[in-house]
């Protein structure tokens, strides 16, 4: 079945590159996505990168896609406290519903 | 950006009642919308996709009947919890993309707490 699975846990220094990591096993997803979840709130869509892309860069925000590994990852640069949060990688599965299967999570703890 | 609205944000009801929790698209239309239970520390489960005009469809292992959803127009579902029980606390989280847009992001709500006593 699909599974998408991540590190559970990442503490950086402020100011220190993120680098958040993330498997995959649907070969056909056309999307991935991470998300980002601060306590009690709902998730917020960070970035989303085609399957048919290798790199996408938003700001602060970089996706790498090595999609011959299905490794998946989501570098922030310049780590602020901010950014602590948990943060979720998902899959698109294929059958054009849209629908996401989820990574645990990995918990982001940014420290001074 | 497309919002969705989720509300109420948090409800505390006595185990035997049922509960309805609100989800909106505010600014796109939507004929899918996804409803998510999230227990602590873990990730999101897909509990079913409503569809707007029809029945929803449910994942394995959850209960149609006790969680009632209903997609009435193009921006509104909701879920209900029939007679609720503590086990059914849980974050319960919605989601929607736009229809008219191919292979668009999902966009979530900021989700329910439910606390049954």
């Known amino acids: 079945g699909e599974d998408v699975e991540q590190s559970l846990f990442l503490s950086v220094r402020e100011g220190d590159s993120s680098v958040i990591n993330c498997t995959y096993t649907?070969?056909?997803?056309?999307?991935l996505y991470w998300y980002k979840q601060e306590p009690g709130a709902g998730l917020q869509l960070l970035t989303y990168i085609f399957s048919n892309m290798d790199m996408k860069q938003d700001q602060r925000l970089t996706v790498l896609l090595n999609k011959k590994d299905k490794h998946l990852s989501l570098r922030i640069a310049d780590t602020q406290t901010g950014d602590s949060a948990i943060y979720f990688c998902a899959e698109s599965l294929s059958g054009g519903y849209n629908k996401l299967i989820f990574g645990a999570g990995t918990r982001l703890a940014v420290h001074p | 950006g497309a919002v969705v609205s989720q509300h109420p944000s948090r409800v505390i009801c006595k185990s035997g009642t049922s509960v309805k929790i609100e989800c909106r698209s505010l600014d796109f239309q939507a004929t899918t919308m996804f409803w998510y239970r999230q227990f602590p520390k873990q990730s999101l489960m897909l509990m079913a996709t409503s569809n707007e005009g029809s029945k929803a469809t449910y994942e394995q292992g959850v209960e149609k009947d006790k969680f009632l959803i209903n997609h009435a127009s193009l921006t509104l579902s909701t879920l209900t919890v029939t007679s609720a029980h503590p086990e059914d606390s849980s974050f319960y989280i919605c989601s929607a993309s736009p229809s008219d847009i191919h292979n668009s992001p999902l966009h979530f709500g900021n989700g329910t707490r439910l606390t049954v006593t």
């Open positions: 649907d070969s056909s997803s056309t999307y």
